[in-house]
T-cell receptor
Framework: DSGVTQTPKHLITATGQRVTLRCSPR?????VYWYQQSLDQGLQFLIH???????AKGNILERFSAQQFPDLHSELNLSSLELGDSALYFC???????????????FGEGSRLTVL | GDSVTQMEGPVTLSEEAFLTINCTYT??????LFWYVQYPGEGLQLLLK?????DKGSNKGFEATYRKETTSFHLEKGSVQVSDSAVYFC?????????????FGKGNQVVVIP
């Protein structure tokens, strides 16, 4: 158990809809990362938050947005969903920014989104 | 941008066989390199890492050496077990303060047959 909790584990929805994925990081971790895993693209970095502030953006679509709340949990909002958005969405957390713990991200079990 | 390339396709081998998974990277700076493992139904977890050239990362019988001259970080294990069946991801981080994000390879499914 990594200590990172993601909900829901599975989600089935229709094209055009909007969903919210939730992530609770490990206790004490200030950084949260979102990744998308699909068969054709592999693991793609979406966005990084540190202590409530956006730190870096990767291949995140404009239809997607995220935020990190004062209690450090994070939400990833996906809107106007398309078939191609079907994927496994991972949240990961780490203690802080880079440094001694570099590269050591703790991943949740993922939220599997299916868009029909 | 920085990227990681892993050998194509799944790897199927018998118990106690030798495992090698190739990983090469492209980076403008001096990245740190990692291997992550994903067991069925679970999230990724760090297997080993190396933060500078010629470093060897090791864990659970797995090893990988950071080779700057060949831009490689191949994963090896001398004698695999059925419990090693998983997906293995090579990754890199450019390591700048404030940036702990990782770029991952596409992963290799490893199946160990008893």
């Amino acid at each position: 158990d990594s200590g990172v909790t993601q909900t829901p584990k599975h989600l089935i929805t229709a094209t055009g809809q909007r969903v919210t994925l939730r992530c609770s990081p490990r206790s004490g971790d200030l950084s949260v990362y979102w990744y998308q895993q699909s068969l054709d693209q592999g693991l793609q970095f979406l966005i990084h938050y540190y202590n409530g502030e956006e730190r870096a953006k990767g291949n995140i679509l404009e239809r997607f947005s995220a935020q990190q709340f004062p209690d450090l949990h994070s939400e990833l909002n996906l809107s106007s969903l398309e078939l191609g958005d079907s994927a496994l969405y991972f949240c990961a957390s780490s203690e802080g920014l880079a440094g001694a713990g570099i590269g050591e991200l703790f991943f949740g079990e993922g939220s599997r989104l299916t868009v029909l | 941008g920085d990227s990681v390339t892993q050998m194509e396709g799944p790897v199927t081998l018998s118990e106690e066989a030798f495992l090698t998974i190739n990983c090469t990277y492209t980076a403008t700076g001096y990245p740190s390199l990692f291997w992550y493992v994903q067991y069925p139904g679970e999230g990724l977890q760090l297997l080993l890492k190396a933060t500078k050239a010629d470093d060897k990362g090791s864990n659970k019988g797995f090893e990988a050496t950071y080779r700057k001259e060949t831009t490689s970080f191949h994963l090896e294990k001398g004698s695999v077990q059925v419990s090693d069946s998983a997906v293995y991801f090579c990754a890199l981080s450019d390591g700048g303060y404030g940036n702990n994000r990782l770029a991952f390879g596409k992963g290799n499914q490893v199946v160990v047959i008893p």
